[in-house]
Each structure stands twice: as structure tokens, then as C-alpha cells.
């Protein structure tokens, strides 16, 4: 991605100058053409003409502003809300000098609202191009367009930290070929392949046409940093290191500054209790809503299930929760009775990683169950385990304890929150990731939580749902 920045850089002032234009010119129709919201008498009335000039000085003012603010300028991870406040604060701040300038000069010539709504008009048109410009970008980097390709040196937490973060955000621009380590005991992490050791470095940069290496070594091996930096400059490939600081992960670090001397401590757990009392508070209110307005499709669900094949309409199983606690989840039936009999004889049939047991055209799958496993509607039953407070609306994956018994100890960071109808795992691709991607999207969960992070997930779920991505 850094090799198109300059390109997309001029790109956006491109856009930005035109829709700055565009955005004037329909604040001065607003103003004195549907003359909204007093009527502007006519000796005051102002051809466009005269305002040429202004919007033309103000298009060169507010681009040299966005400049200086770092608007342009490509930041791996920012958020289009930090892109609006930053257009926000810069914006106002051109039209700010402007009004100023003019009013000192010629007070009574030119209408002052006609400022207020191009400065409302040029925030939101600006923001709306960097939404459907993200959407462009994100759809070609799937493609491999504008993609730094990467190498990881180190499969280790702090390499799986960045490997959670690239997978659960495409956004960012990487795509990593995978990863060396000199530990001959290590395998592939989930999709990442281990590719060999930190002394086949040279002929992997080569072979892979690498933009950038990532360097996630403890901190002890600063001999080793050292060489590899210098291999990986003498290919070409830039170089960026995480500090590992004691082995403490990322989400614990907090860094803060005396007079510019930085100082790092440590942040507390990534769920406080009063992070569990929000989350719990939005799981009783939105599980409560959904469970009343679902009430009427689970009674004819479960009229389905009844008339289709013999059996119990709710299927309970043993789950593990929050802090390995064993809980019954509910869903609805979707297989034929005696399945848990029948599954030791499919066990060559298995297409999941790790501990996990799937298969595409499972034959214990009753034909309703077929389709509210594609839907999900099999699930809706456990929106009274969130009001239980066995579950959340939205967290990992509830594991079965055979699945817990198997787990690394990375995995079983995922157990710290209570696990979701829902999750990031669910809106990344369902059945199609591997068990560690999987397990690395619930740890980017708990490290990133927030409120909004959850609504995302939610509003991300209908069209998961609805396409039918990776559910089986």
C-alpha cells in the first residue's frame, strides 16, 4: 500500500478540490436561491460570479490545511471517525479564517450562512468520498491490489498479535505471506504458513517480491534484530520491529509522556467491571427486544421441527463460558436423533482445524435443519441464554469441553468474556476460518472491546446471515 500512497494521495486532493467547488456552489443555491431560511432581499443578493474567487481561495486554503493536519498523509488503522473529526476540526477552521478576513474587510457584502452551510456540506461530502473510497480500497485489496505483501519474524504472541489485528482488519493494507522462526517445534498458524528459519530470510524476500518484513523477536535477541534488519534493507523490503517489552502483550501497554520522554506502564485488564456491567446492560436490553420480536418465527420453527422428524424440538449441550465455566446452551434441533452416537464414524470426514468437528454435507443434518443452520435461525433459542447471563450477544464461540480439554494455552484467553450468538468470527467468514483465525479474531475482540465494536458486530451479522457466507 505504501508504494500507491503518493497516488491516492493526489487522487483524494483531486476529489477533495472538486467537491469543495460543489459543495459552495449548492450552500450559495441554498442561500439565495431557495433563499432558506429568511429571504435575502434583493440589494443584498450576490451573483455567483462574485463568489468564484472565494470558493477557489477557500478550495486552495482548506487543501493546504488538510495537508498540514496529516489528513493526507497514509495512516495504517485509522478510522473514517477520526478522518471526519480530523475533516471537522480542519474545515471549520479554513471557514473560520475566512469569515474573519472577509468581514474584516467588506462587513456587509457577502451572506454569513452561506460559510455555515458550506462548511456543513464540505464535512459531509468530504467524509461520504473517503467512505465509498474505504469501500473501493478494501474491495481491490481482497483482490491483491494495493497490498503490502509481509513477512513475520517470530510466531509468537506478539506475531499472533499481529496476525489477530491483520486478519480482523483488511483495512489495513497487509497481506502476509507468513512467517520464520528458528524454532523447529513451531507449525502454521491458522492460513499463516511457517516458511522456514530466520536464515532462509534472503531467498524467502526474493522468492515472495516482499514489501516489508515485521520483526516480533524478544527483546533479548538484539543481535539477531540487528542481522536481520540489514538483510531485509539490502532486498529492499522495509522494516518495522513491535517491541515485545518483556514479553507483556500489546493491549496491557499504556504510554504516556514527561517532557517528551516516554514512559510505559501497564494498562489494566481489557475488561474492567464496570466494561462487563455496559456489556451486560446491552445484552439484557437488545437480547430482551429480539427475543420478543422473535417469538412468533421460533413457534413456527418449532412447529417445523415437530412435523419434519421425530425427536425433541431444542437441542441442550455442555458448554464452556466465561472463566471455564460449564453452562446448557439452547438451539434449536437441526439433526437427527442419536447424532452424537453417529459422530465417532464421520471423524474422517472432518473439514475443520483443530479441535473443532465440521462437514460441509453433514448426513445427520435433518432437511429444516439444512436450512436454519444456513440462516442461523437454529441459534435464535439462545437469546435466553443471554438473558440467563450464561452468554453475551456478541463473543467468541462457545466451546464444547472436549474442544477446551484440546486447547493451547493462547487459546484459552478466549475464555476470559462470555462467548456470543454472535461474533467477529461469525462476520469474517464462519465455517471457512481455520481454528486459530478463529481464535485470533475472539483475542482482537477482547483486546479492542468497546460498545461500538459490539454494534458493528451486530449490524455486520444481518449480512452475514443473509449471504450465507461460510455456514454449515
Known amino acids: 500500500m ?34 432558506f431560511p429568511i429571504t435575502v432581499a434583493e440589494a443584498n443578493y450576490v451573483a455567483y460570479t462574485e463568489y468564484i474567487p472565494i470558493t477557489l481561495g477557500l478550495s486552495v486554503g482548506l487543501l493546504a490545511i488538510y495537508h498540514i493536519e496529516g489528513i493526507y498523509n497514509y495512516v495504517r488503522g485509522r478510522t473514517w471517525l477520526e478522518e471526519f473529526y480530523s475533516l471537522l476540526t480542519a474545515t471549520f477552521t479554513g471557514i473560520a479564517i475566512l469569515v474573519f478576513f472577509f468581514f474584516f474587510f467588506r462587513p456587509q457584502y457577502y451572506s454569513r450562512l452561506i460559510y455555515l452551510y458550506a462548511g456543513i456540506l464540505i464535512v459531509l461530502c468530504l467524509t461520504v468520498a473517503r467512505v465509498i473510497l474505504r469501500g473501493v480500497l478494501g474491495v481491490l485489496r481482497k483482490r ?20 489477530r489485528n491483520v486478519l480482523a482488519q483488511p483495512g489495513l493494507g497487509y497481506q502476509i505471506t507468513g512467517f520464520v522462526d528458528d524454532d523447529p517445534h513451531k507449525g502454521a498458524i491458522g492460513n499463516y504458513p511457517l516458511l522456514g528459519g530466520t536464515d532462509q530470510l534472503p531467498r524467502l524476500l526474493r522468492e515472495h517480491n516482499i514489501d516489508e518484513v515485521i520483526i516480533t523477536l524478544p527483546w533479548h535477541a538484539r543481535d539477531k534484530i540487528v542481522r536481520i534488519m540489514e ?62 420480536l422473535m417469538l412468533l418465527p421460533m413457534a413456527l420453527i418449532a412447529l417445523a421441527i415437530k412435523l419434519t422428524s421425530p425427536g425433541p424440538i431444542i437441542f441442550a449441550q455442555r458448554r464452556v463460558g466465561r472463566g471455564g465455566k460449564l453452562f446448557t446452551a439452547y438451539k434449536f ?32 443434518i435433518t432437511n429444516i435443519g439444512k436450512f436454519l443452520r444456513r440462516t442461523s435461525l437454529d441459534e435464535l433459542p439462545q437469546f435466553w441464554n443471554v438473558l440467563n447471563g450464561d452468554m453475551s450477544l456478541v463473543g467468541p464461540r462457545p466451546p464444547l469441553p472436549n ?18 450468538v454472535t461474533g467477529l468470527w461469525q462476520v469474517s467468514g464462519r465455517s471457512e476460518l481455520t481454528f486459530d483465525e478463529m481464535v485470533m479474531l475472539d483475542l482482537y475482540y477482547i483486546e479492542n472491546w468497546s460498545p461500538w465494536l459490539d454494534i458493528w458486530i451486530m449490524l455486520k451479522t444481518i449480512p452475514a446471515l443473509l449471504t450465507a457466507r461460510g455456514a454449515y
Open 403 to 420: 474442544e477446551v480439554a484440546q486447547y493451547e494455552d493462547w487459546h484459552k484467553r478466549r475464555l476470559d468474556v462470555s462467548p456470543g
Open 2 to 35: 505504501q508504494k500507491y500512497a503518493r497516488v491516492l494521495m493526489f487522487i483524494q486532493i483531486g476529489i477533495d478540490f472538486i467537491l469543495i467547488n460543489a459543495a459552495f456552489a449548492f450552500a450559495y443555491f441554498i442561500r439565495y436561491e431557495l433563499r
Open 333 to 364: 434441533r437441526t439433526m437427527r436423533v442419536g447424532a452424537d452416537d453417529a459422530k465417532q464414524a464421520l471423524l474422517h470426514l472432518n473439514e475443520a482445524t483443530g479441535p473443532l468437528f465440521k462437514i460441509r454435507n453433514d448426513p445427520r
Open 144 to 163: 491483491g491490489y494495493g497490498v503490502d505483501r509481509a513477512i513475520l519474524v517470530g510466531g509468537g504472541e506478539m506475531g499472533r498479535a499481529i496476525m
Open 231 to 292: 538483510i531485509s534493507e539490502a532486498a529492499g523490503a522495509r522494516v518495522k520491529i513491535v517491541p515485545d517489552l518483556f514479553q507483556l502483550s500489546l493491549s496491557q501497554i499504556a504510554v504516556d509522556a514527561v517532557g517528551g520522554i516516554p514512559l510505559i506502564g501497564v494498562k489494566d485488564a481489557s475488561f474492567s467491571s464496570g466494561a462487563f456491567a455496559l456489556k451486560r446492560a446491552m445484552d439484557v436490553l437488545f437480547a430482551g427486544i429480539l427475543f420478543l
